[in-house]
DNA sequence: GCCAACGTTGGC
DNA sequence: GCCAACGTTGGC
């Protein structure tokens, strides 16, 4: 049994956020369309691993809360459909090309972890959620970068 | 609203 | 296969 991984999912909370998260329980995290996001979900995340739930293009950003990952990858029905933004026509039941995960809720964190207070914090200055210019929705978090984020606010 | 940092597309 | 143009993300 491989130890758990952790991971780091971002959001715009217009579209799904902590709260909606918090609301349904668990949720397919679907409409993933960049590869190596996809990668990172098809090849890393486990059931069981550890999620830190980040809110985007918001006020304030910053993580919200935590998830843990109910179910590895499957192929995201999201694609097959041509009346969602997500369609690909090249994502057939037979040759999926998009997939997904479920994420289960965990907890709020409150307040939230904000983007400036992250970047203040020398322990977090390698996480690649926090690299200029990073637009992956999906980033891997080490060990330590979990338990520094998580002791922010026990 | 701006712009940096990409990823994607398409002409060649 | 190269690379310029374009589109998207997302912080500021």
Known sequence: MPSPS?????SEPDCYS????ARDG?????????????????DG?????????????TEPMGIVGLATVSRA??????????DDDHYDPRHTP????????????????DPPITLAELRSNPA???MVVLRRGNRLSVTP??????????????
Request: a negative charge.
């Open 26 to 42: 668990e949720t397919y995290w679907s409409g993933v369309r960049n590869y190596q996001a996809r990668n990172s979900m098809r």
């Open 6 to 10: 952790y991971w780091l999912v971002k």
């Open 73 to 82: 990858a499957y192929p995201d029905h999201t694609a097959l459909d041509p």
């Open 141 to 154: 978090v080490t060990p330590e970068e979990w338990r520094t984020v998580v002791a922010m606010r026990p």
């Open 94 to 109: 037979d040759t999926p090309v998009w997939m997904m995960v479920d994420i289960r809720f965990d907890r709020k964190l």
């Open 124 to 126: 977090l200055t390698d």
């Open 18 to 21: 902590i709260d909606d998260l």
């Open 45 to 57: 995340m486990q059931p069981g691993d550890g999620v830190l739930f980040y809110h985007s293009s």
